[in-house]
């Protein structure tokens, strides 16, 4: 038997004093038991690389839009001569500014993925083309066993406001001759919007010096069986100044790194040869 109390007042019952619920919340679900295997996930540390040559004026924008889950992030400055460092330090005093080894967007970036400190980085540009709000949908992917994420602008809630007919004609012949050889279905290729486990780092041995340095990933990503996934994202409009990509130069190096490092091909076996 039970007795009844005032409202909001805790009921026991008779039969060894278990406390009951509230009156008010005798409709509510019952509490979940906690299992001894219940444990909170492992929180895992994110490196943001950012390479950026003359790019001042698009950087505040840029860092304003980074996520403050981001642990670290690290501005490879390639000899800028305007005020992109100034400027990187005075919208976010914990930058990490690193100063570029060699001359090419791949040269950047690999100088920032050796700086880098923590468990996943993330790359992306200085251009304001990519939004850096999308990267927890990267790390969500990372959170849950992928190995290597890249965005893609041809999928469900991607896109592109930057896309001009030749990159998207070149985009698509590349993309097909990756897919060809890895057996692979990916929707994008040449988007630099990316994130691994550094863990991972030594085995994508990235050592391309420019642009193709994104292709490269990927291919190796694909060549050594990581679990990848695409996310959706979307290409916005370079801010301001003007891009530092061409269109038929880079998608000529683009192409014959791709076919370098197809397995069988000249890097792919240099690799393999170097390991044994």
């Given at each position: 038997?039970?007795?009844?109390?005032?409202s909001?007042?805790?009921?026991?019952?008779?039969?060894?004093?278990?406390?009951?619920?509230?009156?008010?919340?005798?409709?509510?679900a019952?509490?979940?038991?906690?299992?001894?295997?219940?444990?909170?996930p492992?929180?895992?540390?994110?490196?943001?690389?950012?390479?950026?040559?003359?790019?001042?004026?698009?950087?505040?924008?840029?860092?304003?839009?980074?996520?403050?889950?981001?642990?670290?992030?690290?501005l490879?400055?390639?000899?800028?001569?305007?005020?992109?460092?100034?400027?990187?330090?005075?919208?976010?005093?914990s930058?990490?500014?690193?100063?570029?080894?060699?001359?090419?967007?791949?040269?950047a970036?690999?100088?920032?993925?050796?700086?880098?400190?923590?468990?996943?980085?993330?790359?992306?540009?200085?251009?304001?083309?990519?939004?850096?709000?999308?990267?927890?949908h990267?790390?969500?992917?990372?959170?849950?066993?992928?190995?290597?994420?890249?965005?893609?602008?041809?999928?469900?809630?991607?896109?592109?406001?930057?896309?001009?007919?030749?990159?998207?004609?070149?985009?698509l012949?590349?993309?097909?001759?990756?897919?060809?050889?890895?057996?692979a279905?990916?929707?994008?290729?040449?988007?630099?919007?990316?994130?691994?486990?550094?863990?991972?780092l030594?085995?994508?041995?990235?050592?391309?010096?420019?642009?193709?340095?994104?292709?490269?990933?990927?291919?190796h990503?694909?060549?050594?069986?990581?679990?990848i996934?695409?996310?959706?994202?979307?290409?916005?409009?370079?801010?301001s100044?003007?891009?530092?990509?061409?269109?038929?130069?880079?998608?000529?190096?683009?192409?014959?790194?791709?076919?370098?490092?197809?397995?069988?091909?000249?890097?792919?076996?240099?690799?393999?040869?170097?390991?044994?």
């Amino acid at each position: 038997m039970s007795t009844t109390l005032p409202s909001g007042t805790i009921q026991r019952t008779m039969d060894g004093g278990r406390p009951l619920r509230r009156a008010s919340d005798r409709f509510a679900a019952p509490l979940p038991a906690r299992r001894a295997t219940d444990v909170p996930p492992v929180r895992h540390s994110v490196s943001l690389v950012i390479p950026a040559h003359n790019e001042a004026r698009n950087v505040p924008w840029v860092f304003e839009q980074i996520p403050p889950s981001i642990d670290e992030v690290l501005l490879v400055d390639g000899a800028s001569d305007d005020a992109t460092v100034r400027m990187a330090a005075h919208c976010l005093p914990s930058v990490r500014v690193v100063q570029q080894t060699g001359i090419g967007k791949g040269d950047a970036l690999r100088t920032g993925f050796e700086a880098a400190t923590c468990d996943y980085v993330v790359m992306m540009d200085a251009d304001g083309s990519m939004w850096p709000g999308e990267i927890p949908h990267y790390v969500h992917f990372l959170d849950n066993g992928f190995d290597f994420v890249k965005g893609s602008r041809f999928i469900a809630g991607g896109g592109s406001l930057d896309l001009t007919p030749v990159r998207s004609l070149g985009n698509l012949a590349l993309l097909t001759v990756v897919n060809r050889i890895y057996h692979a279905t990916l929707t994008d290729l040449c988007y630099g919007f990316c994130a691994f486990r550094r863990s991972f780092l030594d085995e994508l041995d990235p050592h391309a010096p420019g642009f193709e340095i994104e292709a490269e990933l990927i291919a190796h990503a694909l060549r050594l069986g990581l679990r990848i996934a695409e996310v959706p994202s979307l290409e916005l409009p370079r801010r301001s100044g003007r891009s530092h990509l061409h269109a038929v130069s880079d998608g000529r190096r683009v192409l014959q790194t791709l076919l370098a490092e197809r397995p069988g091909g000249r890097h792919s076996a240099a690799a393999g040869a170097g390991k044994r």
